[in-house]
């Protein structure tokens, strides 16, 4: 049976089966709910609220009792006065009758702040394909050799890197005769790696056109590039439409194991996602897609399945094994991806388990296996990969950091996006804040038309930071009960809690709080990446770091100095800590640029040795000791003297 529903303010208004969830409904829609644990019930963000009543213009009766009955997570999860007002969870809520559904302000997906560049390198230009004017003759009765023969006997007798062994896409072959003789036997052929024709354009046609995807599991950032001036030519990002089922990759690969058209959906989302990247890039400097002849993507592991329609299954578990490490080349055709139909997609090698493609794109840009100083790389993500080492050998692991520092984990927690609070400063003396929003640049009272929504993870860092600094919490974490403000109070849970904007000041008439579960999902974010890093340190058997360099969005919009004072990563010189932006995304165009640099990603994903940190033997004492802010028993030179500041 079908019933109506209608998604308020959005405006959608259809009808759907029965016994499927809202957050089902809302997906298939398009109406974007906030689901970061992927329809488990765990994060409570798909916050929404039933109108009741008789809505006589839409011409439905509206209930609770059209929905399936609350459940125990949704108690868990819901305040009693939500419960009172109709709220309800829409991964929980199933359809039963006709409804009328409002989406609350914090429930609804923003349009998030991605990062798109990183710091560019220098490089020598020499891309997997190339362009070669020739001049053939024409078949007559006394030379009658095929048009394919005619093309690789010009190729091999003017370009001594040619031999007979040259091949030709099979689209371009059904449409050569015309191309040649419509050109008059005069055209310039594109060729794949010295080994494929995979164009042949008419004189004058000289452009040579490549894209570059960094495929984060949140984030998608794409560089449209010209191969024959190695210049970027237009950026364009999008929020990864996979958000819907969830923000980490386990829960991806769980929709995949359980649904039976998981993994098809998920493939067919991502696919859609980089075609929608290929026609804005194309449209924005006035060429069509099919002149698309080459892209570069890298990606975590469970990405790179997902993408190539691969089944991820097997790398959630125990060995973590990949179906393929070394880098990949495939037919963008043969992926559904909309560029020339001879067109090649070029996946970067994976190193091992969850560190993908995206990790090795990070180090061909950065060189670290070049440097004499032992050096640090984070890439902190959705998912973080941790680097260490020098041009004598590289340690790489991944930790779990991403979902607490982008938000799922955090009450009032949001990704990047308008309204967002991405800085904020606490009153040592008065405990009072001021804060940044995204979108707006004040302090104190947020009174412009960009009114707060939530906290990002550079202001989740910044707040937990300050809160310590302030004395409001301790170095284990906990709220200081001693406190006098009316900004440090006890939450309906009973726990403490500091208040960061009062509801008067906000887009969602909420206080915007930090909790004491906020700050506990930070210090274990933070424990992990400490406890990953100082593994890679003692198995160097060094105990310093002379260089740290952060990649991606959230390193990059971070506060270093107050990552280092709750001992996100080992003690350095703050003016050696460097944020780099889309390293992944640089690495990829590097690789786009210049084939050298991917037999180089190849040296380096075996070069690297990676370390699986939950199962070496001193992990439960590295991550305990990191708990604490900044650390239990490491100390920070670098920061001590903001440290002594902090009152006991």
Partial sequence: MQYNVIFQPAGWRGTAIAGKSLLEISREVGVDIEAPCGETGMCGKCKIRVEAGFFESL???????NLSPITEKERKLLSQEELADQYRLACCSRIQGDILIYVPEQSRAAEQVILESGREKAFVLKPAIAQYSVKLNKPTLEDYRDDFSRIKDALGSGFIQFDKNVDIDYSLLTQLPDILRQNRWQVNVVVWNDSEIIAVQAQGEEGLYGIAIDIGTTTIAASLCDLTTGSIIARESLINSQVRYGDDVISRITYCMMNDDGLSTLNKIIIEDINTLVRRLTKTVGIEPKMVLEMVLVFNTVMHHLVLNINPQYIGSVPFASAIRRSFNVKAKELGIEIAKSGYVHCLPIEAGFVGADNVAVLIAEEPYKQDKMMLVIDIGTNGEINFGNKEGMLSASCATGPALEGAQIKFGMRAAPGAIERVVINGFTKEAEVNTIGESICGSLSSQVAAKGICGSGIIDAVAELFKAGIIRSDGTFNKKIESPRVRQGVDGKFEYVLVWAQDTAIGQDITIT???????????????????????????????????????????????????????????ENVTAVGNAAGEGAKLALMNVDKRAEAEHVAGFIQFVETATESEFQTNFYDAMFFPHAKDTFPHIQQILNTIPI
Avoid: H, W
Avoid at 59 to 65: E, P, V
Avoid at 525 to 552: F, Q, R, S, T
């Fill in 516 to 574: 004491q579960k906020d700050v506990r999902a930070v210090q274990l974010a933070k424990a992990a990446l400490y406890a990953g890093a100082k593994i890679l340190m003692n198995k160097k058997g060094v105990d310093k770091v002379d260089e740290v360099i952060l990649a991606g969005a959230f390193g990059n919009y971070i506060n270093k100095e107050n990552a280092l004072v709750i001992g996100m990563f080992p003690d350095c010189d703050l």
């Fill in 59 to 65: 011409g439905i009766t509206s209930r609770l009792t």
